[in-house]
Structure formats: structure tokens, C-alpha cells
């Protein structure tokens, strides 16, 4: 890894940087992973429903947000404001769908497409940020307990256990009755508790396998030091399956989002689990109102299926690249 | 230029123990005699080839000579310096530059998402020798000297994209890229097909007499060990019982062991009928072991003396050294 | 000798595995006959077509494997045409097989004996019990096992103990072929020893037909009578193994006995055959062997030599099949 950086400075007639090939090659080796990608039906469905959401959270909604869903002179009003809005032309809420209002409104009055679309690139970060640190102490972790071995590896292997065995929505309750829990402080609650479980013992087992290999000897032999050979051999061999377990821990993620919000412990201003605890609340989610009022729980209940499965599917089809074994020849 | 019959490593009573776990509540520690009490010295441009079937130490034996395990006991001088502990980083720095392992298996000693250029400069980069010019410089020469070429057309691309033979030449390239003194190889061309193999046993020994190197070369295959080796060690159970000459040694064994195993050695002509020696049982493990000899239980020759004593390593005939007591003079 | 009767009769086999970038030709136009009671053995490096020869024989093939042409006769009838049930019937009574790695590959939750009394029940529906476990006392007796020893796991055997086990499987239904693929390759020398003559003792007490598959030409030499060289889903050459041995007419099989170390006789100059052998996807027409032949000429590079008998039991598959043994130094320098 360090030759590369040197790299952009010392190059001969016979070499191109080496850093310019160590790109050529990784776009090399994206491509051929992309191709064995492209060639699961359900990665590729999962990736899909993740570029449509993408698109509809970050490029559909600020077009709309600053077009036609603006506050106008016109109107007067913020009618599709997804947290404040409320639209007066219209006497009942939650009003049905009808052209003004696609996905109708909710018991507020407000918007719920605007509700829906304001929430996608929140529900991304969320997600994203807390798989991130999940894999990043999962990595780290796995790696360290696996190499040294002994007190540091029961130290942690048995914090996975506790971390494991933990209840999960109830540490959750507490925390949100003493403090204000938002959406980033969620998100590392979520990252810092998975980081600390299940994923590192997938990790440090893998990192056992590769623990053992001869190049890791080959290495030792001319002299690496643990930490060299922690970053530049266990690592980049434990790396496509970390990236597999994130894709699966967004899911993760995203879904204790909704669940938290559903029983109204966070404090954020919108978000999909949200959406449906409004409706909730206000007593549409009960009984025959289920069938009547049916806006208000489908498009956030579907979105969140959608999007946790989205990631998992994504997750079946890396699995097909990171083990050979499960492809087809 | 230091003197060609320099001693370049010299081990003395090199022991690697390790403990064993009886049951799952013994208390009782018993120990895996893997290497017991071997010595022996290995000059300047010599190679000493240690044989032996699966699990008699020599893998072990090579691996404490590389440091990857440390001794239990027993002295290691590597170019008259004492590197048995190894207790300083400048000591470390300065073993580990000159002494080098190549592996079994191509498939499983280069990593497989290094690419060529990484694995071979790896030593280099690791003792942070040289500037990066240089280590492309010398990879590309390296590369060239094992018979890879044109170098540049490999340097980047990754150990699977390369056959089984050039594999491991690449792995003789990174272990000799820093021009070591001292190369441990175990069992290098045992996966190797056959037609391969001969290659790259050919390419060893020319390297071996360009660079000057000493070499441990471990193998199970005799036959392998008479092309490759200047003198041959046979390793039974931890002991080392047969030591000398290669010629002298496949010519004129003399341990029972040795015969036995010499005699069992398949031979390319279908005309010719070995006189094979039959041997008891099966090879065991050397765990907290009697003080008798090892190969007691087995040997046909076995005397009332072998079952009380360990015989010592004497020399019989002008550096032709055996561990046994149908050798002893005293015992006559 | 007496009157040699054929068993086993392979007719220009072909057998490619049809991958996504085209046609493997790992076993291509391979024809030999295999007399009952002979030992034959197959040489060759990996990916030679060795084993694909021995699975297409025994039909156990890949699910990308395709027969493309060619006939196996066992007793005068065609394997190839044979219907699944039927071709059961043969495996292990007709030709029984020792698989690479076999003795890893013995169940460790079941006793030994008891897996081989399974094979015995399955293949012989109307064996009981009683008179299986005979059967594998008499087997463990043939292959030098202590019968006591039926009851033990396998993880309680050593590796020969192992393959001894394997060994008395093999035989388990009374076969009349029995092909042993890399019957003693991850055994140590003093054991590979013992089992290849107890093969050979009992290949011999039984009057059974051999197939031994080997990469190590040298322990073919001990076991087999027959030899046939494989060279990138061919069969190149194809004689007693005194003729391979001591008249050898394919530059590979030159190139492979001179560059066998040996522990006998004096210390001979390796020989070494340059390069690697050929990728066999869409393999060309040509003599597989010409990049790496010191004798190729454009004839070689232009078509593929036909297998031919050149002298009695002795078959080529060579444009220049001169007398190679004195060109072996300049073999050498090429």
C-alpha cells in the first residue's frame, strides 16, 4: 500500500505510475465482479429498487420540492411541506389520492408522497452510516481478536455474546426516555451495538482461515510486523465479505428505524416508520379503518419492505461474486 | 568476499516442544518432542536437504530456523551471531533481510489479491529497503532470473492468472529478491507436475550456485533430494538419525531407517526388482517419548541396548554421521 | 503368456465439458484395451484427461461432461448405451473405482466396516447382514487388515490403515476392473510401499483387471504391465511397460522418463521439457505436443498425428517416432 503513494512521484520509462495501474486494475476487477453481479436476477432486481428510490430521494424530490410543490403567492401556503404543510382547499384530512395530493394526505393534512420522498435520502444515510460503522469495528475487531488470539479474542468473542444476547428495543427505550435520540445518534447506536456483535464473529472466523494461510508465514518470514500483516493480508481477504454483511446490515438499519419510530421513541422529524405511527396514533390503523384509510400505512409500509429488501437482494447477488462456489459456470 | 566454506548457519541442540492437551480436564501437560536435540551446520553454498516422512519435524525444524516458531531450546548462530532469541528490532531487521522460506503449495503462499509486483517487492517494502525505482528494478530483474518473461507482462497481474509452475517461481522470486544467505524451502515442488518440476528443480540449483546461497531443502522424496542436495539429513520422529554426503547416503545407508526408507523409494524401471526392508507398524507421535530409541518399536535389528538407551549421533565414517547402536564401537 | 481375452475395450473416446467460453477437450479420440488380469496404468500430468477417461468409463460424469463420440465395451457390451439402472449394476460389481483422496473420504460418524457392509447390502440387495460382515472379515483379511478392527471409526485408522479400508471397498462386490486413481499419492513412501503390493498381490491372487491413474511414473513402473502416456486429453503412446521403458518413441514420454529423478543407479543429468502443457479449451488440431517438441516440424503444427500401432502392441500417436533415446542430449540442449 505505501508504494503507491510513492508512486505518483517515482516512475521510470518502462513503468506507468503504479498508481495509475492500481486504478486500471481495480476498474478491471469491477468490471469482472459487475459481470458475475449482472447475472444474479435478484441482485439486480434489489439494485434496481435502490437506483429508483435513489432517484426519486435525491434528484425527484428537490426538483419537485422547488418547482411545483414551492410555496407560491398563488397558493400562500406551504401545502406540501412533508412536516408542517397542510392544505386548506382541503376540508377532511387524511383526505383520499386525488391529483393534488397523489398519495392523498395524512391525519394532519400533510402531503404523504412529499412525506414519503423527504424521508428516502434519510432513510439511505441512516442506513448507510450505521452499516458503515457496523463493518468498520466488525472488520477491525474480527481481525484483531482473530490474529492474537487468546485474552484479547475472549475479551471480545464474549462481549459478541453479550452484545447478542442483548435486548435490543428495550436498551433502545431507555435511551430515547434519556436523551434525544435523532437520526445520526441512531444510526451510530445501531452501528456501535452490530459492530460489536454477530458480524464480528462471522468476521473473525474468516479471518481465522486466512490467519493460517502460508503467505501470512511468507510475510512473517521477512520480517512484517502483526499490524502490517493485519492491514495488508487478513483485511484485504476479509474485505469482499465484510462489504457483503454491510449490504445486509443497512437492512438491518433501516428496519429498527421504522420499528423505533413506530412506537414513537425518536425524535426526528420525519421518516417512513414515523408516517405510520401518525397514522396510528390518530386511530387509522385500527380495525376497519385499516381497509378505509389505506394511504396512510401502504406507501410507507411498502417503502420500507421495498428498501430492506432492495439491500438484501443486493446483498444475495454480492454473495454470488464474493463465493465462487455459488456460481453457476 | 567472505571464504566459500564459511559456515553460514550452525544450530546446536535445536528443541521445539510443543504442549498437548491429553483430555479436555487433564491438568497433565504433555509435550510433542517435534524437533529434539538436532544440530547441525550448513556452509556457505551448500545445500543440506532434510528428509523425512510427514510428521518426523522437518517442516518444524525449518520453520524455527525462519523464526515463524521460536526454539524451545538449543542454539542458532546464523554468520557468527547468536540469533536464537532475537530480542532487538535491529536484530529482527537484519535476520529477517537475509533468511527466507519458499512454501509447498503456489496455490497458498502468494496472496491472492496481491498482484505479481506487490508479492515479489513485498520483502523490500516490509524492511523499507530502496526507493521505489529501485524495487521495480529489482523485481523486474528477479522476475527474469526465474524464468519469467517477459517480466512486465506479469508484474501486474494477480496469482491466479498464472499456472502452478510459474506460481511458484514467483514465490522463489520474492524469496530471493532480497539476496538472502539463508533459504529454508519445504516440499517446493511436491504439487508440482512433473514435467514442471523438473524445471524448477533446475532453476534452483542454478540460482543456488549463482547467488551463492545455503539452503535447507525439505522433502519426503529421496529421489528429489539426490539431485537437489550437497549432503542429506534423515529425520525420524523428532531425532535426526542419519546425517552425510548425499551420494554416500543413497548409496550407503546406514540406519535401518534409512535403508528401509530408501528401499521403499518407487523406481522408473519396470525390470528392476527392489529388495524392499520390511518395517512394523506405522509411523507414531514423538509425545512425551521414552528415553529408548525412536525407531525401537519398528526396527528389525532391535538389540536389548536400544530399548534402554537413545542413541547419539556419531560420526562412523569421515563425516558419515548415524544414530544407532549396530554402529556403536563402545557397545562391540 | 496365455491367450490374452479382452474385458474393457475403449473406442475413440471423446469427452468435452462444454463451458461458457467453448469445448474443454479433456479426453480426445482415447483408444485402449485393457485384458483380463492385466495391471495398466495411465500417465500423464493433471489435466491430461486421466481421470476424465476413468469417470467417463465408470459414468459418473459432470453435469457439463459430453460424450461426443466413441464406445466402451465391458464384456462386448457398450457402456455408453447402457440405461442408468443397468449401468448401477455395473459400477462396483462389473468395475469398481478407489477415487482420488479416498481415504478422506470415509464417513467419520460411521464405523469402517459398516460402510463397507452398506456398499455390500446396496449393490446385493439379497446378502444379508450377517453374510456381508463375513464377506468384509474375509476382505479385511485380503488387504492385510486385522478384521477386529471393522468396529473402530475411521479417525481411529492411520492413513495406509485408511486406504487399506478403501481398498477392501473396492472389492467389496467381487468386481472385475478396478480402477485405482492416485491410489498412493498422499501417502507417505514406506506406506505407499506396502499398499502398492498389496494392490499388486491381490490384482494378481484374484486374476483381476487394473487400471492404476498416476502422475508419479515410477510407481506405475512397480504396479503395471501396461502403460499408457497422456498428454492433454490424449493418449500418446500406449505399450508393455518394458517397451515405454526402454524404447520410448513419443518425445513426451522421453521427456518424462529423463526427467524422473531416480534413487537407483548412477546420477543421470535431468532432463527438462520446456514450457507449460496447453490450455485444452478449443484445443486445435494439431499435434498438442508441437510448441513444446524439440523434433515438432510444420507437418506437426499443421495436423494431428493419428494413433497408430507401429509395432506390435505398440501404439504412437507421432509423425517422428525415430529411435529418441540417443537424442536425449540433444533433447537436453533443445
Not at chain 2, 14 to 19: R, T
Not at chain 2, 229 to 247: A, P, Q, W
Not at chain 2, 291 to 301: G, K, M, N, S
Amino acid at each position: 500500500m505505501a508504494n503507491t503513494t510513492e508512486g505518483m512521484t517515482a516512475s521510470s520509462e518502462i513503468f506507468e505510475s503504479p498508481f495509475k495501474i492500481k486504478v486500471k486494475l481495480m476498474w478491471r476487477a469491477f468490471k469482472e465482479n459487475w459481470r458475475i453481479f449482472s447475472e444474479s436476477k435478484i441482485g439486480m432486481l434489489g439494485l434496481w429498487i435502490v437506483i429508483i428510490f435513489a432517484v426519486a430521494g435525491f434528484v425527484v424530490y428537490p426538483i419537485l420540492a422547488s418547482t411545483i410543490w414551492k410555496s407560491t403567492s398563488l397558493n400562500a401556503m406551504v401545502s406540501y411541506n412533508p412536516v408542517t404543510g397542510y392544505d386548506f382547499t382541503i376540508a377532511n384530512n387524511p383526505a383520499p389520492p386525488s391529483l393534488a395530493h397523489l398519495l392523498g394526505t395524512d391525519p394532519l393534512g400533510r402531503d404523504i408522497l412529499a412525506q414519503l420522498l423527504y424521508s428516502t435520502p434519510r432513510e439511505f444515510a441512516l442506513g448507510i452510516i450505521a452499516a458503515l460503522i457496523t463493518v468498520f469495528l466488525g472488520t477491525l475487531i474480527g481481525t484483531v481478536s482473530a490474529f492474537y488470539g487468546g485474552v484479547v479474542d475472549t475479551f471480545f468473542m464474549r462481549l459478541a455474546d453479550l452484545v447478542l444476547l442483548f435486548p435490543f428495543i428495550p436498551f433502545l427505550i431507555v435511551i430515547s426516555g434519556m436523551m434525544q435520540v435523532n437520526l445520526l445518534t441512531l444510526a451510530l447506536i445501531i452501528g456501535l451495538l452490530s459492530g460489536f456483535g454477530g458480524i464480528t464473529i462471522i468476521l473473525r472466523s474468516q479471518a481465522m482461515i486466512v490467519k493460517v494461510k502460508p503467505f501470512i508465514e511468507s510475510a512473517k518470514v521477512s520480517g512484517a510486523s502483526d499490524p502490517y500483516i493485519i492491514v495488508n493480508h487478513i483485511i484485504p481477504n476479509i474485505m469482499p465479505l465484510s462489504f457483503l454483511y454491510m449490504m445486509f446490515n443497512v437492512t438491518g438499519a433501516i428496519f429498527s428505524e421504522a420499528v423505533l419510530s413506530f412506537f414513537g421513541l425518536l425524535n426526528i422529524r420525519m421518516s417512513w416508520g414515523l408516517m405510520i405511527y401518525t397514522a396510528d396514533t390518530a386511530g387509522y390503523i385500527v380495525g376497519t379503518n385499516i381497509g378505509t384509510y389505506w394511504w396512510l400505512w401502504l406507501p410507507p409500509g411498502m417503502a420500507i419492505t421495498l428498501i430492506c429488501g432492495a439491500f438484501y437482494f443486493i446483498g444475495r447477488g454480492l454473495d454470488e461474486v464474493v463465493n465462487p462456489r455459488l456460481r453457476r459456470r | 568476499m567472505v571464504d566459500a566454506t564459511d559456515v553460514v548457519l550452525k544450530v546446536e541442540n535445536l528443541k521445539k516442544f510443543f504442549p498437548v492437551r491429553k483430555g479436555v480436564f487433564s491438568r497433565v501437560r504433555s509435550f510433542l518432542h517435534a524437533v529434539d536435540d538436532v544440530s547441525f551446520e550448513i556452509k556457505r553454498g551448500e545445500v543440506l536437504a532434510l528428509v523425512g516422512e510427514s510428521g518426523c519435524g522437518k517442516t518444524t525444524t525449518g520453520k524455527t530456523l525462519v523464526r515463524l516458531h521460536s526454539p524451545t531450546d538449543g542454539k542458532i548462530t546464523f554468520l557468527n551471531r547468536d540469533v536464537t532469541h532475537l530480542r532487538s528490532a535491529v536484530d529482527r531487521k537484519w535476520f529477517h533481510g537475509k533468511s527466507q522460506m519458499i512454501f509447498q503449495d503456489p496455490f497458498e503462499s502468494l496472496n491472492p489479491r496481491k498482484t505479481i509486483f506487490d508479492i515479489v517487492s513485498e520483502p523490500m517494502n516490509i524492511q523499507s529497503e530502496g526507493s521505489l525505482k529501485y524495487r521495480e528494478e529489482k523485481t523486474m530483474e528477479i522476475l527474469k532470473r526465474v524464468g519469467i518473461s517477459p517480466p512486465n507482462a506479469f508484474l501486474w497481474r494477480y496469482p491466479h492468472e498464472l499456472s502452478g509452475g510459474q506460481r511458484q517461481r514467483v514465490a522463489i522470486a520474492r524469496a530471493l529478491v532480497m539476496n538472502p544467505e539463508f533459504v529454508v524451502a519445504d516440499e517446493p515442488t511436491s504439487m508440482l507436475d512433473v514435467s514442471i518440476r523438473t524445471q524448477v528443480m533446475k532453476l534452483m540449483m542454478n540460482l543456488i550456485s549463482d547467488m551463492h546461497m545455503s539452503f535447507l531443502y525439505i522433502t519426503h522424496d529421496l529421489a528429489v533430494a539426490r539431485y537437489m542436495s550437497d549432503y542429506i539429513s534423515v529425520m525420524y520422529l523428532g531425532k535426526m538419525v542419519e546425517y552425510g554426503e548425499t551420494e554416500e547416503v543413497i548409496q550407503n545407508p546406514l540406519h535401518p531407517y534409512t535403508k528401509a526408507l530408501i528401499s521403499a523409494v518407487p523406481v522408473p524401471d519396470p525390470e528392476f526388482k527392489r529388495k524392499s526392508i520390511q518395517i512394523k507398524g506405522g509411523i507414531g507421535k514423538a509425545i512425551d517419548p521414552l528415553p529408548r530409541c525412536r525407531f525401537y518399536d519398528r526396527c528389525p535389528f532391535a538389540m536389548d541396548v536400544c530399548a534402554k538407551e537413545e542413541p547419539s549421533l556419531v560420526d562412523v565414517d569421515d563425516g558419515h554421521k548415524v544414530a544407532c547402536f549396530l554402529y556403536d564401537k563402545k557397545e562391540e | 503368456m496365455s491367450i490374452l481375452k479382452p474385458i474393457l475395450e475403449v473406442k475413440n473416446l471423446k469427452m468435452y465439458y462444454n463451458t461458457r467460453s467453448g469445448y474443454v477437450k479433456a479426453a480426445d479420440d482415447v483408444s485402449f484395451v485393457l485384458n483380463e488380469g492385466e495391471a495398466m496404468g495411465l500417465v500423464g500430468e493433471s489435466g491430461c484427461g486421466k481421470t476424465t477417461t476413468s469417470m467417463a468409463i465408470m459414468r459418473l460424469l459432470a453435469e457439463n461432461a459430453e460424450i461426443i463420440s466413441g464406445h466402451i465395451y465391458f464384456k462386448g457390451k457398450d457402456l455408453l448405451k447402457l440405461s442408468e439402472e443397468e449401468m448401477n449394476k455395473v459400477r462396483w460389481a462389473g468395475i469398481s473405482m478407489i477415487f482420488q483422496a479416498a481415504m478422506n473420504s470415509l464417513n467419520p460418524v460411521y464405523r469402517v466396516g459398516d460402510q463397507i457392509i452398506e456398499a455390500i447390502v446396496t449393490h446385493e440387495p439379497n446378502v444379508t447382514f450377517e453374510e456381508a460382515r463375513e464377506r468384509v472379515a474375509s476382505l479385511y483379511k485380503l488387504v492385510g487388515l486385522d478384521p477386529k478392527r471393522m468396529d473402530n471409526y475411521p479417525h481411529e485408522y492411520s492413513g495406509g490403515m485408511k486406504q487399506r479400508a478403501v481398498i477392501a471397498m473396492s472389492l467389496s462386490c467381487n468386481p472385475d476392473i478396478i480402477i485405482a486413481d492416485e491410489p498412493t499419492t498422499a501417502l507417505d513412501v514406506i506406506v505407499q510401499d506396502m499398499i502398492l503390493k498389496e494392490m499388486s498381490r491381490i490384482q494378481k491372487k484374484l486374476n483381476m483387471s487394473m487400471i492404476y491413474i498416476s502422475h508419479d511414473i515410477a510407481v506405475i513402473a512397480e504396479v503395471a504391465e501396461k502403460i499408457g502416456i497422456m498428454y492433454a486429453g490424449k493418449l500418446v503412446e500406449l505399450s508393455d511397460s518394458v517397451t515405454i521403458f526402454k524404447k520410448p518413441a513419443h518425445p513426451y514420454t522421453v521427456g518424462l522418463m529423463s526427467s524422473f529423478p531416480s534413487i537407483k543407479g548412477e546420477k543421470k543429468e535431468l532432463v527438462t521439457i520446456p514450457g507449460e502443457p496447453p490450455n485444452l479449451l478449443n484445443a486445435p488440431d494439431s499435434c498438442r505436443f508441437a510448441p513444446r517438441c524439440p523434433f515438432a516440424t510444420k507437418e506437426c503444427w499443421e495436423k494431428e498425428p493419428p494413433y497408430e500401432e507401429i509395432e506390435p502392441n505398440h501404439f504412437l500417436a507421432c509423425f517422428h517416432p525415430q529411435n529418441l533415446r540417443k537424442q536425449v542430449s540433444e533433447y537436453a540442449r533443445g
